[in-house]
């Protein structure tokens, strides 16, 4: 039996009319482990992460949470069970410092609206996880400074910060390292190995050196149907993913 298994999904699908986004898909994620998901553009990648954050309903199929089905609950409680995502586009408030930025995101597991909670929920706590998350991911010098101030690759290290504000344990990463530089790419993929000894990481990512590196299982899925999944290495030696990889243009290896 998997007794690491977290979330895990089965035979799941989202159609929009007549296209499958995503076809009788089902993983198994495991705790503490960084599961890369790759395949060409349109393949489903961020389609699968927003049907695991309850973002969007499955057409059909099930995901179950530690052992529960959790397809049909809201998408607040998808939060509240410590699925975190952030997004392949940026989600951050330019106009909050980084602190707010992730005190925003601590008072949204727990749901309703900002100056609603500020009321009942004790602010110090809130700063607490805040400042917690920014320490994670290397911006406690940040804290204070507003986010429309600091570098590219540091507003993606803040978006890492305000899913950790959540206090997850379930980390879904839309291609975090998408418009950095190889220096500030490093700087996540450290964060990234870091991370992984600690949460269920589900990370898509078009940089194949950086998914190659941190995976400890990956998969690859092409116009939303599952292609394969195992280790970096039984991955990289399918024929069918080269095959698909050169069908499409794009570069594996
Ligand atoms: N809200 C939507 N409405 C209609 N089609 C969508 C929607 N979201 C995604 N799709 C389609 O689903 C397919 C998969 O998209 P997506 O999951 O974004 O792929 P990827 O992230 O792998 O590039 C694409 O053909 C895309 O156009
Ligand atoms: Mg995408």
Redesign the pocket.
Known sequence: MNTNVILETEGLCKY?GG?K?LDDISLKFKDRQLHGVV?P???????LLNLLCGHYKPTSGKIIHEGAPIDAIKPYAFARRGIGRSFQKTNIYPSATCLENCCISAQRRMGGSFNFLRSRYNQTVLEELATHALEKVGLAKRRDEVAAHISYGEQRQLEIAMVLATSPCVLLLDEPMAGMGHEESLLIIDLLKRLKQEYCIVL?EHDMDAIFELSDQLTVMVD?QHLTTGSVEQVREDPRVREAYLGQGDEVY
């Open positions: 929009w296209l986004a395949g553009n349109g393949a489903g990648k961020s389609t898509v939303g």
